[in-house]
């Protein structure tokens, strides 16, 4: 099997999400998913789960969300606290806004997935276009579908979301890092 990633992850749904996507997209990848109870439970708790891991050649990926904080300042704080000795073993992804503006980037599959096939049509609106500058995709979100629930969406998005028609700038980035992790393709370095 392929190599083993740890992605260390800022709250439940996220691993919702990853659950039904990774097997689909990044099969070659063995994945443990570690959640955490937000921010501040992740930023506490990463470094010393990072140093205390001891599988050979393991890698880490910590996904943050990036709420109203400055991509690139966020990004620096959190690789700093990086052990140092992992620091070429640890990937850092800031999902632009929250995950919600992943789950944003695919309308087709919102459509699907909350059988609202109106939804579908949303990507003609300039704000849908670029889901990382939604300013609140998480309250978007629930706008469009009432009845959205964080971890039971994020599990159905998931299993549904096609990566190739996805429109978020910072998914992209996350598919980088996965096909780096899975020796098809070079990481991007930004956020």
């Known amino acids: 099997m392929g190599r083993e990633v740890v992605f260390l992850l800022e709250e439940p749904s996220m691993k919702a999400f990853l659950e039904g996507l990774l097997p689909r997209i990044a099969p070659a990848i063995r994945f443990i998913l570690v959640p955490h109870e937000g921010r501040h439970d992740l930023v506490k708790s990463f470094p010393r789960k990072i140093r205390a891991w001891r599988t050979p050649g393991v890698r880490f990926v910590i996904v943050h969300d990036q709420d109203s904080a400055d991509c690139v300042e966020l990004k620096r704080s959190l690789q700093a606290a990086v052990p140092l000795e992992r620091r070429n073993d640890t990937s850092i992804r800031i999902a632009c806004r929250e995950l919600?503006?992943?789950?944003?980037?695919?309308?087709?599959?919102?459509?699907e997935a909350f059988d609202q096939p109106d939804l579908a049509d949303l990507g003609v609106k300039r704000k849908f276009r670029q889901p990382d500058n939604v300013g609140n995709p998480g309250e978007e979100l629930s706008k469009l579908v009432p009845f959205y629930q964080k971890v039971r969406g994020a599990r159905q998005m998931g299993r549904l979301l096609e990566p190739s028609r996805n429109t978020s700038h910072s998914f992209g980035i996350f598919l980088s890092t996965l096909h780096n992790l899975s020796g098809e393709a070079p990481e991007e370095s930004s956020c």
């Open 100 to 111: 919600e503006s992943w789950l944003l980037g695919d309308l087709d599959a919102l459509a």
